[in-house]
T-cell receptor, first 116, second 111 residues
Framework: ETGVTQSPTHLIKTRGQQVTLRCSSQ?????VSWYQQALGQGPQFIFQ???????GRGNFPPRFSGLQFPNYSSELNVNALELDDSALYLC???????????????FGPGTRLTVL | QKEVEQDPGPLSVPEGAIVSLNCTYS??????FMWYRQYSRKGPELLMY????GNKEDGRFTAQVDKSSKYISLFIRDSQPSDSATYLC???????????FGTGTRLTVIP
């Protein structure tokens, strides 16, 4: 077990709605990254937060946004959901460090989002 | 062209076989190379972590990196049914904060 939890496990939404996904990690893991994994694909980097500030972003539109809280939890928010947003959303946390990928990333089990 | 290419398989082998999984990449800035294992309905779990070129061994697993060919491999010896999973290669550049993943290879080890 990585000590990284995500909620909810599954979620079904309709196109145009908004969704909030949550991630909780171990104490000291002050870097969190979010990834989108479409069916049959590898995870794609959405963005990273380090000490509650965005610390890098992948090729995702602004309707994907995030928050990180002092208690080592974080949120991924997606507005105006589209059918292509259907995927497994993974968060990955790192112990301390500067947020670079040289630190081991511990993944949560993911939230499976279905957009109808 | 994707930055990381990985044969999606699926790959089926008998128990005890040696498994070879491979990825190629195009970005010469990549210095850190990882292999993750992902069971169905679970998040990826780090198996092997290698910096730059060379080999690294951990039990039945061996990771190889050939930066001159932009090619990485994971070998699994004496494969077990419990090794059945999707194997993802991932890599990153120095100072980068994100990982680039392959599509994953689905492996089934048949008892």
């Amino acid at each position: 077990e990585t000590g990284v939890t995500q909620s909810p496990t599954h979620l079904i939404k309709t196109r145009g709605q908004q969704v909030t996904l949550r991630c909780s990690s171990q104490s000291g893991h002050n870097t969190v990254s979010w990834y989108q994994q479409a069916l049959g694909q590898g995870p794609q980097f959405i963005f990273q937060y380090y000490r509650e500030e965005e610390n890098g972003r992948g090729n995702f539109p602004p309707r994907f946004s995030g928050l990180q809280f002092p208690n080592y939890s974080s949120e991924l928010n997606v507005n105006a959901l589209e059918l292509d947003d259907s995927a497994l959303y993974l968060c990955a946390t790192q112990l301390g460090g500067s947020g670079t990928s040289t630190d081991t990333q511990y993944f949560g089990p993911g939230t499976r989002l279905t957009v109808l | 062209q994707k930055e990381v290419e990985q044969d999606p398989g699926p790959l089926s082998v008998p128990e005890g076989a040696i498994v070879s999984l491979n990825c190629t990449y195009s970005n010469s800035a990549f210095q850190y190379f990882m292999w993750y294992r992902q069971y169905s309905r679970k998040g990826p779990e780090l198996l092997m972590y290698t910096y730059s070129s060379g080999n690294k061994e951990d039990g039945r697993f061996t990771a190889q990196v050939d930066k001159s060919s932009k090619y990485i491999s994971l070998f699994i010896r004496d494969s077990q049914p419990s090794d059945s999973a999707t194997y993802l290669c991932a890599m990153s550049a120095t100072g980068a904060n994100n990982l680039f993943f392959g599509t994953g290879t689905r492996l089934t080890v048949i008892p």
